[in-house]
């Protein structure tokens, strides 16, 4: 029995879940935050309970995966690195190249460097999370699952915007959405939960984490999604803006004397969104807490409720109909309140859930009513849980 690591690399955080595969027993998870910017924090949980913490000041992505990895043996995780049988990467931007997982060589992480303007902020991190991984365990098969991937399969209609089509031509300026690991996980859980090929369903699953999106999926595969060329598309998030008209950007540039489009892009992921209309913070439960006192918390909450309705709404439209709705990821799984918000303005469609059977967090459950036509399902994500799963599947 081999075990298989997933890690998911920041620009200063490095995230892991160990496993024992094939049986999937997950072994240990953490993070380390705070790379190259001092008083980094580690984490690990492992056992029956138990958890290492340590801050200290790790300067990169190779002192990280270094300390890690010894963290792991000294810790009796593991007796030895041998035990480790394959490393799962992923990968923000796949662009149009990659449709589906592939073992890293050194063609295959050229290739991945060279879509590093897909993803300027995430891409250059997960990069030096493969190699510091290549360089400490050269011989341990490495896999890179990308969040585009799912998403290859959107047609030209969904993924194009109504741009000069030279645009799309010379330089693949298109939609590409994100997630794509979480939708393949949730939604084929959806088809067990529902007893039915995922071929034969119409899914609308709501990913609401920091990062959140929303995806339609069609005849098995994505069919649009809610995140564009990149993560800032879509939903208003966390810290990110979601959808806004461009000339907005162009006339606030001007008032406010920002000269540098990278500095409104940076607006754009880093003040804007929950954090930017409340004031008060990017974190959904804060938001949630501060509502009753505070108008822009309440706004804040309100408009990120709206902006979902509006999805699934035009998701629904496009599909021609929806049998179930899934909710996920963080707020996704958390919130029982705003579940429960939305789904009631959702009746119309014959989406009902039961307030008692809604009462639950992070637990896969139906929250239907008995009499719902269109069944409301909650599934927390595990991406990594798929990650490890494509390092077995490519193995063969
Ligand atoms: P990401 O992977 O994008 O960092 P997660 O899926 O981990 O995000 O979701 C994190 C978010 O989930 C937090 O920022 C918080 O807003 C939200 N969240 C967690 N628990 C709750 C809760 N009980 N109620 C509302 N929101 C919650």
Redesign the pocket.
């Known amino acids: 029995m081999g075990k298989s690591i997933a890690i998911n690399a920041g620009s200063s955080t490095l995230k892991f879940k160990l496993f024992e595969m094939p049986n999937e027993k997950l072994l240990a998870l953490g993070a380390i935050e705070r790379i190259g910017l001092g008083n980094s924090d580690v984490e690990i949980k492992y056992g029956d309970g138990k958890k290492y913490t340590d801050t200290l000041d790790i300067k990169n992505h190779d002192e990280a995966i270094q300390l890690l990895l010894d963290k792991l043996i000294s810790l009796k995780i593991l007796e030895s690195f041998d035990e480790i049988t394959g490393v799962g990467h992923r990968v923000v931007a796949g662009g149009e190249y990659f449709t589906d997982s592939v073992i890293i060589d050194d063609k295959t992480l050229q290739e991945i460097e060279s879509l590093r303007e897909f993803a300027p902020l995430h891409e250059p991190a997960n990069v030096l999370g493969i190699k510091a991984f290549k360089k400490i365990l050269p011989d341990v098969i490495s896999v890179a699952v990308f969040d585009t991937s799912f998403h290859t399969t959107l047609p030209e209609v969904n993924y194009m915007y109504s741009l000069p089509y030279e645009y799309y031509e010379k330089h693949k300026a298109r939609k590409y959405g994100a997630h794509g690991t979480s939708y393949r996980y949730v939604s084929q859980r959806a088809a067990d939960m529902l007893g039915k090929p995922l071929e034969d369903l119409k899914l609308v699953v709501l990913h609401l ?4 999106s929303i995806d339609a999926i069609k005849d098995g595969k994505s069919y649009d999604t809610s995140m564009g060329f990149s993560p800032v598309a879509g939903i208003t998030m ?1 810290t990110r803006s979601g959808d806004v008209d461009p000339s907005v950007l162009q006339y606030v540039m001007d008032k406010e004397n920002i000269t540098n489009f990278d500095d409104m892009i940076d607006i754009l992921n880093h003040k804007s969104g929950l954090i930017g209309i409340s004031g008060v913070s ?4 804060e938001v ?1 807490e501060a509502q009753t006192e505070n108008h822009r918390a309440h706004l804040a909450r309100d408009m990120f409720m709206n902006r979902v309705v509006r999805y699934i709404g035009s998701y629904v439209a496009e599909m021609g109909g929806i049998d179930a709705l899934v909710f996920t ?3 996704g799984e ?2 029982i309140t ?1 579940r429960q918000e939305l789904t009631d303005q959702l009746s119309y469609f014959g989406i009902k859930v039961d307030s008692e059977k809604n009462n639950i ?1 992070g637990v896969e459950r139906d929250i239907s009513t008995n009499d719902a036509t269109v069944k409301t399902l909650l599934i927390p994500t595990d991406e990594e849980l798929m990650i490890v799963r494509d390092i077995e599947r490519l193995r063969k």
């Open positions: 984490g920091a990062g959140a966390a990017a974190d959904m439960r949630e990821a963080g707020i958390n919130s705003l967090r």
